[in-house]
């Protein structure tokens, strides 16, 4: 975990050398939209698991 951690702070402190606050306020917001739609995704798929045992 703490590699994890590290690795995220590295990663911000490049981002925002390189991109200005808008830009890098932007790729957070895609990058937060993107983890979502994966938590959606894994949602569905275990909802689908559950009803296809209970129409068993």
Do not use: I, K, P, Y
């Not at 990663?11 to 991109?19: G, I, K, Q, T, Y």
């Not at 957070?28 to 068993?56: H, I, K, M, P, Y």
């Amino acid at each position: 975990m703490q590699f994890a951690l590290s690795l995220t702070t590295a990663l911000r402190m490049a981002e925002s050398v390189f991109f200005g606050g808008g830009q890098q306020t932007a790729r957070r917001n895609a990058w937060d939209a993107v983890c979502e739609n994966r938590r959606q995704a894994r949602d569905r798929q275990e909802t689908e698991r559950v009803l296809s045992r209970a129409v068993r």
